[in-house]
C-alpha cells in the first residue's frame, strides 16, 4: 500500500471533524479514503483516539476499509500507529482515558501520525466526536490538527440546529489559524426539506468556508459513495490548490 512513485503532494495529510458526534465523518474518511486511492494515491486513514470499540471490524477504520473495498489485513503493520489510543468505554476521550486509566499521549499521537507520512501520500485522519473534543483537561484534540499544520474538512450534520453548530466548529477553527478544505453536509433522517436546503445556503453566505455538497444518510455505501465523487474532485482540487 504505501508509496507510489511520482506522487508527492505538498499536503501529506488531512482532519475530518464534525460539528457533532454521529453526524457522519467516518462514512465521508471512508468515501474520501476510496476516492484518492482510485486516483493513484496511496493512503490510509488514521483515528488517533478510538473509542467505544470492541473489535477492528467495528472500529471506525474497519467501516473505512469497508467503504473503501480494501482489506484490513493490508496493514496489520501498521495498526499501532493507525490506532495509537483505543478505548472500550463509549464517552469523550479524557473521560475514557480516565475511567480505563491509560493516558493520552500526544506526542505519541504526532509520531504515529508523521511515521505514516513518511509512508503514505495522503494520512486522512478522522477526528473524535465535534471540533473541541478534549483529550484531557489542558489539551484538545483540535490543539494537535494545529501543531501538525493539517488542514481540517468539516461534516456537519445537516438539521434543525446545524446553523448553530456549523458556525461554532468554523469559528474554532479559524481562531486556531487552520485552513479548512471545505465543508460536507449530511442529511439526517426526517428533517424539514426547507431546512435542509437552507442550512447550506445560509452558512455560505454567513462565512468563507466552502460548501462541497450535500450526502444522504443511507445504508448503502456504494449509493453514497457514488453521491461523493463530485465532492471528492471539489476536495482534491482545493488539495492541490493550497498544497
Same mark, same amino acid.
Given at each position: 500500500?504505501?508509496?507510489?512513485?511520482?506522487?508527492?503532494?505538498?499536503?501529506?495529510?488531512?482532519?475530518?471533524?464534525?460539528?457533532?458526534?454521529?453526524?457522519?465523518?467516518?462514512?465521508?474518511?471512508?468515501?474520501?479514503?476510496?476516492?484518492?486511492?482510485?486516483?493513484?494515491?496511496?493512503?490510509?486513514?488514521?483515528?488517533?483516539?478510538?473509542?467505544?470499540?470492541?473489535?477492528?471490524?467495528?472500529?471506525?477504520?474497519?467501516?473505512?476499509?469497508?467503504?473503501?473495498?480494501?482489506?484490513?489485513?493490508?496493514?496489520?503493520?501498521?495498526?499501532?500507529?493507525?490506532?495509537?489510543?483505543?478505548?472500550?468505554?463509549?464517552?469523550?476521550?479524557?473521560?475514557?482515558?480516565?475511567?480505563?486509566?491509560?493516558?493520552?499521549?500526544?506526542?505519541?499521537?504526532?509520531?504515529?501520525?508523521?511515521?505514516?507520512?513518511?509512508?503514505?501520500?495522503?494520512?486522512?485522519?478522522?477526528?473524535? /466526536?465535534?471540533? %473541541?473534543?478534549? *483529550? =484531557?483537561?489542558?489539551? #484538545?484534540? &483540535?490543539?494537535?490538527?494545529?501543531?501538525? +499544520?493539517?488542514?481540517?474538512?468539516?461534516?456537519? /450534520?445537516?438539521? %434543525?440546529?446545524? *446553523? =448553530?453548530?456549523?458556525? #461554532?466548529? &468554523?469559528?474554532?477553527?479559524?481562531?486556531? +489559524?487552520?485552513?479548512?478544505?471545505?465543508?460536507?453536509?449530511?442529511? %439526517?433522517?426526517?428533517? =424539514?426539506?426547507?431546512? #435542509?436546503?437552507?442550512?447550506?445556503?445560509?452558512?455560505?453566505?454567513?462565512?468563507?468556508?466552502?460548501?462541497?455538497?450535500?450526502?444522504?444518510?443511507?445504508?448503502?455505501?456504494?449509493?453514497?459513495?457514488?453521491?461523493?465523487?463530485?465532492?471528492?474532485?471539489?476536495?482534491?482540487?482545493?488539495?492541490?490548490?493550497?498544497?
Amino acid at each position: 500500500m504505501p508509496g507510489q512513485k511520482g506522487i508527492s503532494p505538498k499536503v501529506k495529510g488531512i482532519f475530518v471533524t464534525g460539528t457533532d458526534t454521529g453526524v457522519g465523518k467516518t462514512v465521508v474518511t471512508g468515501c474520501l479514503f476510496r476516492y484518492l486511492t482510485q486516483k493513484g494515491y496511496s493512503v490510509i486513514t488514521q483515528k488517533w483516539v478510538q473509542t467505544g470499540s470492541n473489535s477492528l471490524l467495528s472500529s471506525d477504520i474497519g467501516i473505512h476499509f469497508k467503504i473503501s473495498k480494501r482489506s484490513l489485513n493490508q496493514v496489520k503493520e501498521y495498526l499501532p500507529l493507525i490506532l495509537p489510543n483505543v478505548f472500550k468505554t463509549p464517552a469523550s476521550p479524557h473521560l475514557a482515558s480516565r475511567l480505563e486509566n491509560k493516558k493520552i499521549d500526544p506526542d505519541k499521537i504526532k509520531k504515529s501520525f508523521r511515521s505514516l507520512s513518511k509512508m503514505f501520500d495522503f494520512v486522512i485522519v478522522e477526528g473524535t /466526536g465535534g471540533a %473541541l473534543v478534549p *483529550i =484531557n483537561k489542558n489539551k #484538545l484534540l &483540535i490543539d494537535i490538527v494545529k501543531e501538525l +499544520k493539517l488542514p481540517a474538512l468539516i461534516v456537519a /450534520g445537516n438539521k %434543525l440546529g446545524a *446553523i =448553530n453548530h456549523t458556525l #461554532l466548529a &468554523i469559528e474554532s477553527l479559524n481562531a486556531r +489559524k487552520i485552513k479548512t478544505l471545505g465543508l460536507v453536509f449530511n442529511n %439526517l433522517w426526517k428533517q =424539514n426539506s426547507l431546512i #435542509l436546503k437552507d442550512n447550506p445556503r445560509i452558512i455560505k453566505a454567513l462565512t468563507a468556508c466552502e460548501v462541497l455538497g450535500n450526502l444522504e444518510r443511507e445504508p448503502d455505501y456504494e449509493k453514497i459513495y457514488k453521491k461523493f465523487i463530485p465532492i471528492g474532485n471539489k476536495i482534491l482540487k482545493r488539495i492541490l490548490k493550497n498544497g
